[in-house]
């Protein structure tokens, strides 16, 4: 059950959220609107795109790791 919420939450809700972010930053550079309400700030929206690649993939590594762990106690 664990491994389930595990995925459902931190696997495909992290996916989820990821596009989303990606599809509204690419809204704001495409529009001009981060120059307009918020000039110079462009390095944090950089920073969040990538901060969250980064953390989705350490999710898939987690997951990896707990399922390696599940295995090895059904095995053993």
Request: aromatic share 18%; charged share 10%.
């Amino acid at each position: 059950m664990f491994v389930v919420t595990f995925f459902l939450c931190r696997i495909v809700g992290w996916a989820k959220n990821t596009f989303m972010l990606i599809s509204d930053a690419k809204y704001i550079i495409n529009n001009g609107l981060l120059q307009r309400y918020s000039p110079g700030s462009g390095w944090f929206l950089w920073y969040l795109l990538i901060m969250s690649g980064i953390l989705g993939a350490l999710q898939v590594y987690w997951l990896e790791g707990i399922a390696n762990k599940i295995l090895e106690v059904l095995e053993g």
